[in-house]
């Protein structure tokens, strides 16, 4: 269950507070004009992407063991991290998704990254994707992170989030259970891979 207060002020920015009962997380927004929202938690800071983060991103999306669950391999060519990062930046801005970098609130260390995609607003509903570098694995960090997202999305007027896991990843699998996601499905072969088909499977969840 997500309460929200909100403070709308006429010049610049909203702010918004988002409390989940479940864990008390607590998410502060600001939204900027033709800026995503800025989300807070009690660790962590959620910022709009921006094209310069690609050197942050590069080496995560260059670590085999982070992307050994993605639809792409590992990327060890930072000018197509660049430009990968330059195509989200652009979703953004058509309102096709909203992709966030993910901070220490205290150290201002840098995490990883997630993001709405796919968004479909006739139908309210969109995607959710979530990384982070090795090093900040097993400290809750995605879990505070992704509640942040929901609260927003559900404040934003989104009905249905929907997830995939390629099989095997049972770390990514538990977030989605413990966030309140339930599997929907099996997708047979729906990623080319290195040759191979791989499974996935799909995880929804109804705001």
Same mark, same amino acid.
């Given at each position: 269950? #997500? ?46 992407l ?10 995560i ?13 590992? !990327? *060890? ?7 990968? !990062?330059? %195509?989200?930046?652009?979703? #953004? ?17 840098? /995490?990883?990254?997630?993001? /709405?995609?796919?968004? *479909? ?18 400290? %809750? ?15 934003? %007027? ?8 390629? /099989?095997?990843n /049972? ?17 047979? %072969?729906? #990623? ?16």
């Amino acid at each position: 269950m #997500v309460r929200c207060v909100r403070a709308v002020a006429r010049a610049e920015m909203k702010r918004a507070l988002y409390h989940w009962e479940v864990r008390k997380a607590i998410a502060r927004a600001s939204q900027f004009a033709g800026k995503a929202m800025i989300l807070e938690t009690e660790r962590l800071s959620l910022r709009p992407l921006e094209a310069p983060d690609a050197e942050l991103l590069f080496p995560i999306l260059s670590d085999p063991e982070v992307m050994a669950h993605w639809d792409v391999p590992e !990327i *060890d060519d930072p000018d197509v991290v660049r430009e990968v !990062i330059e %195509g989200q930046v652009a979703d #953004v801005q058509a309102e096709r998704a909203l992709h966030w970098t993910i901070w220490t609130l205290e150290e201002a260390e840098f /995490l990883g990254a997630c993001d /709405l995609s796919d968004i *479909d607003r006739r139908h309210k509903r969109a995607e959710i994707g979530f990384m982070l570098g090795r090093g900040a694995w097993g400290q %809750g960090y995605a879990l505070e992170a992704m509640r942040a997202v929901i609260a927003f999305a559900a404040s934003s %007027g989104f009905r249905r989030l929907s997830a995939r896991t390629h /099989l095997g990843n /049972l770390r990514s699998d538990a977030l989605l259970e413990k966030l309140g996601f339930h599997e929907e499905g099996l997708l047979r %072969g729906h #990623v080319l891979r290195d040759g191979d088909r791989r499974d996935c499977r799909l995880f929804g969840l109804l705001l």
